[in-house]
């Protein structure tokens, strides 16, 4: 008797060097673990251009010489890879050198990605029309589902008549564990419907109740 192939479910996370990769990882680790033949592989991007200006011209305008920058990037990926393994996921790291869309592309193609898990610094407006967003164009041509990981935060610059969370609200969630939303002040305001149905007796088997 053959054998079915072991269900297999491959998350790869996009970090580069910012403070956003632990984010990204944690995501990572998360989701991995919540499914079964969960696989996890990271790649780090050593961009070419501050590589080859390293390379050839030493570092007159700061940028450490290339053999640094790749120890550097190196290490960072090990300390990511570590991250994952303290929460309890063994991690495979892929550190690659050329342009971090190409290269994030292929690799998601390479290792038949199921989900790519990419971090964004929301840059500001003018720097998106000079460099454009690493996150969006892996959104738009990567060949799989793209998850994009940002910190959190209670306000958008985009949108700036979003309030921050009710700090009641927010008091009343962690003291019920979830069982209640919203404090006594936005109660009234967000009604929580609940609809039930019940099938009568002889119509299927038995009677059902469902709950929203």
Same mark, same amino acid.
């Given at each position: ?7 297999? +479910?491959?998350? =790869? !996370? @996009? ?12 995501? *990572? &680790?998360? %989701? ?15 961009? +070419?251009?501050? =590589? !080859? @200006? ?12 290339? *053999? &640094?920058? %790749? ?19 063994? !991690? ?121």
């Amino acid at each position: 008797m053959t054998q079915s192939p072991r269900k297999r +479910t491959l998350f =790869l !996370a @996009a970090v580069d060097a910012s403070a956003i990769a632990e984010a990204v990882i944690d995501q *990572a &680790v998360t %989701m991995t673990r919540g499914v079964e033949g969960g696989e996890l592989h990271v790649v780090h991007v050593v961009d +070419t251009i501050p =590589l !080859a @200006a390293a390379t050839v011209g030493g570092s007159p305008f700061g940028i450490p010489s290339a *053999a &640094v920058l %790749m120890k550097t990037s190196r290490e960072h990926l090990e300390r990511l890879l570590h991250r994952a393994e303290q929460q309890g996921v063994k !991690a495979t790291g892929h550190l690659v050198t050329g342009n971090p869309r190409t290269s994030i592309l292929q690799l998601t193609a390479e290792l038949e990605a199921d989900l790519l898990l990419s971090g964004t610094h929301d840059p500001g407006r003018i720097e998106r029309l000079l460099l454009g967003s690493v996150a969006e164009t892996l959104v738009r041509k990567a060949p799989c589902p793209v998850l994009v990981v940002r910190a959190r935060r209670n306000e958008s610059p985009e949108v700036p008549e979003i309030l921050p969370p009710c700090p009641d609200c927010v008091a009343v969630r962690q003291a019920t564990g979830g069982e209640k939303i919203w404090c006594e002040r936005h109660s009234e305001r967000h009604i929580r419907a609940h609809t039930f149905y019940e099938y009568p007796q002889g119509f299927g088997s038995g009677s059902s109740t469902f709950h929203s």
